[in-house]
Nanobody
Framework: QVQLVESGGGSVQSGGSLRLACAAS????????MGWFRQTPGKGREGVAT???????YYADSVKGRFTISKYNAENTLYLQMNLLKPEDTAIYYC???????????????????WGQGTQVTVSS
């Protein structure tokens, strides 16, 4: 079992930045992929960015060039640096992990086994 705890959400104006963090409860083996997903009321959970066990990263088209996913293995922590935020980025952001889950499963949230509780990000215009 892997427990994930997100932090770093908040409110920011359009064009601003936030950094989300996700702390894992145990050391992730080299075979774990991790990622960030988001959800708004009435919509399904959508992939934002993932990083697989090789360090390859994948991004949704809507965030490419603005968001950066990174992982600090020594602290079992995943990050999402979000720049040039837009009102449409407003959502609850979830951290996810999966053993041997392909990083390109950005569009398949059901394939990720472990989830955090989510953190709210609100971007005002």
């Amino acid at each position: 079992q892997v427990q994930l705890v997100e932090s770093g959400g908040g409110s920011v104006q359009s064009g601003g930045s936030l950094r989300l963090a996700c702390a894992a409860s145990r050391s992730s083996s080299s075979r774990y992929s991790m990622g960030w997903f988001r959800q708004t009321p009435g919509k399904g959970r959508e992939g934002v960015a993932t990083i697989d066990s090789t360090g390859s990263t994948y991004y949704a088209d809507s965030v490419k060039g603005r968001f950066t996913i990174s992982k600090y293995n020594a602290e079992n922590t995943l990050y999402l640096q979000m720049n040039l935020l837009k009102p449409e980025d407003t959502a609850i952001y979830y951290c996810a992990a999966g053993y041997d889950t392909p990083g390109y499963f950005l569009d398949r949230p059901y394939m990720w086994a472990y989830w955090g509780q989510g953190t709210q990000v609100t971007v005002s215009s």
